[in-house]
């Protein structure tokens, strides 16, 4: 049974490799991470120093560590912010959703930035607890079928990561599943291509660029940039560009387009489950390198929206289902 579970497990994993060719590649010790993985660690790294911004009030998130919860359990699996409003207006609704789509299980919180979950807790003095120590009191509460879903955007290292410990773990569990990242089909592409039109459509006058903004990787994984710019395009979504931090398609390669494009206006948005540290200062900082001040710098009246994806409900519905594609799985 527990040998069953595994390779259920593994060929959830091979589907979603398949589709993204190169995006399950384990990047090595000199190569950059995945997206968020990213984040997160620019996040921590931020963390280091005093902060001198408001991230909210993190009495108003629920850490969801519950003990005594049932026999069915569904896990949530973030990188988490420390970004207090972010994490409770898009990780924390997700697994409201979840919650309400969902009354037979207990949704509960799990993060993989171990730097992020430090800081929280010697910040605000909420704990959240890490993968492992998710699965630790899953088992400890006699949790029976557990439902992991990560909100990860991809198939690609930090998904792998959650999933080989999620089947290393299985004999714990007499059920165990793990749902599909963001974006996997082209069916998921296209319902988050539309979700984030209509999200900055009243911003479409003619004479504006919607710009979002995600991380990159050097990674083969990097090609679901590429293929989300192509399917804005195919939907006719002309006016919204794609661009990252730390790969391609560049700043610069945004803003040319923009420039080709004959836009006065730019509106600026993270690409991220999460608005974080990426999408508060690389994106809306006011140095001297952030895509706020380098597109002002060319002239462009911009507005930054420091919304993170988990706060567009198709988005959060899009989780949903897939929560819903594993549990018919069990």
């Not at 949790?143 to 991809?154: E, F, R, S, Y």
């Not at 539309?194 to 990787?217: N, V």
């Not at 600026?268 to 809306?284: C, E, I, R, W």
């Not at 002002?296 to 994806?309: H, I, N, P, Y």
Request: hydrophobic share 40%.
């Amino acid at each position: 049974m527990k040998k069953k579970l595994i390779i259920a497990i593994a060929m959830m994993l091979t589907m979603s490799l398949v589709f993204m060719t190169g995006c399950g590649k384990k990047e090595t010790a000199e190569e950059p991470k995945e997206e968020e993985t990213a984040e997160s660690e620019a996040e921590g790294a931020e963390e280091e120093d005093e902060e001198n911004y408001e991230t909210g009030d993190a009495s108003l998130d629920d850490p969801r560590n519950a003990d005594e919860i049932g026999e069915a359990e569904m896990l949530v699996a973030s990188f988490g912010t420390s970004f207090n409003d972010s994490r409770r207006l898009t990780i924390g609704a997700i697994e409201a959703e979840l919650e309400k789509a969902f009354p037979d299980y207990a949704v509960r919180r799990g993060f993989t930035a171990q730097i992020v979950i430090d800081h929280i807790m010697k910040r605000d003095n909420v704990a959240i607890d890490n993968m492992t120590q998710a699965l630790d009191r899953a088992e400890a509460n006699g949790v029976n079928t557990l439902v992991v879903v990560p909100t990860h955007l991809m198939s690609g290292f930090e998904y792998n990561d959650v999933a080989d410990e999620i089947a290393a773990r299985a004999d714990g569990f007499e059920k165990v599943v793990i749902s599909k990242p963001l974006l996997d089909t082209d069916a998921d592409f296209d319902a988050v291509a539309k979700a984030i039109y209509e999200d900055t459509k009243s911003y479409d006058d003619g004479e504006t660029a919607i710009c979002f903004m995600g991380h990159g990787t050097e990674a083969d994984s990097n090609a679901v940039y590429g293929k989300m710019q192509e399917t804005l395009k195919g939907l006719g979504y002309n006016n919204i560009f794609i661009g990252t931090v730390e790969a391609s398609p560049t700043l610069d390669d945004v803003i040319g387009l923009v420039k080709d494009g004959g836009y006065k206006k730019v509106v600026l948005q993270p690409l991220m489950v999460v608005a974080g540290d990426h999408a508060n200062n690389d994106m809306a900082g006011d140095e001297e390198d952030s895509w706020k001040s380098a597109f002002e710098a060319e002239g462009f009246d911009v507005t930054c929206v420091l919304k993170g994806l988990g706060e567009i409900p198709a988005v959060r519905e899009l989780y949903v289902a897939h929560a819903q594609d594993a549990v018919n799985t069990l």
